[in-house]
């Protein structure tokens, strides 16, 4: 079964330094988005790509989030500098395009822990 | 502004019972109702997806069903194992901006 790989599983970064997330999403898949999920709550759309172009990222803090899709197959997700609050579970999912029937295809995510 | 509410916040139950999971949403303008199952620490396994012009899907032990006219859906799990033990959750797709939108989830522990 074809699966949305993400890489790594877990990050414990210090407070200020940067890092980045790498998702491959199954083949095929125009449609990528990045969630964020904080313990204990649903995850919240972070950016959405048509293949490389951003379809929305208004819920992107831009400030010191960027993401990548250079090539419209895999996608970075860059924090730089890494504060407290980012602790969270960030999540990459994929879809077909315009797709409405088959839903969303998550990956494992990367737990990430700012100290 | 669309909300997803999930009741209970958590339970527990013996194994072997059969029990209802509750999803309530405000804009009844959706394409579907997803129910994801989340081990702790890990990603979202999709369980079951429900067009709006669908009443209920079903998948083994699960079912879930779909009132759009009253904002509900709930997701039956029938003879509870240990192993169901995880946090579900559920997301509607929103017709006005094609968004998707998570409730908090419910975690179920399933007593041996």
């Known amino acids: 079964e074809a699966e949305v790989a993400q890489s790594p599983r877990y990050k414990i970064t210090e407070k200020s330094q940067a890092v980045a997330f790498w998702c491959d999403p199954i083949?095929?898949?125009?449609?990528l988005y990045w969630y964020r999920q904080i313990l204990g709550q649903g995850p919240e759309l972070l950016v959405q790509?048509?293949?490389?172009?951003?379809?929305?990222d208004s819920q992107l803090p831009k400030d010191r989030f960027s993401a990548e899709r250079l090539k419209g197959v895999d996608s970075t997700l860059k924090i730089q500098p890494a504060e407290l609050g980012d602790s969270a579970m960030y999540l990459c999912?994929?879809?077909?395009?315009?797709?409405?029937?088959?839903?969303?295809?998550f990956g494992s995510g990367t737990r990430l822990t700012v100290v | 502004k669309q909300e997803v509410t999930q009741i209970p916040a958590a339970l527990s139950v013996p194994e072997g019972e059969n029990l209802v999971l509750n999803c309530s949403f405000t804009?009844?303008?959706?394409?579907?109702l997803q129910w994801f199952r989340q081990d702790p620490g890990k990603g979202l396994t999709s369980l079951l997806l429900?067009?709006?012009?669908?009443r209920e899907q079903t998948s083994g032990r699960l079912n879930a069903s779909l009132d759009k006219s009253s904002g509900r859906s709930t997701l039956y799990i029938a003879a509870s194992q240990p192993g169901d033990s995880a946090t579900y959750l559920c997301?509607?797709?929103?017709?006005?901006?094609?968004?998707?939108?998570f409730g908090k989830g419910t975690r179920l522990h399933i007593l041996p």
């Open positions: 804009d009844s303008a959706i394409y579907n």
């Open positions: 790509f048509q293949d490389e172009s951003v379809v929305d």
């Open positions: 083949s095929g898949h125009a449609t």
């Open positions: 997301a509607v797709r929103r017709r006005r901006d094609d968004k998707i939108i």
């Open positions: 429900i067009q709006s012009s669908q």
């Open positions: 999912a994929s879809s077909l395009v315009n797709d409405r029937v088959y839903g969303y295809t």
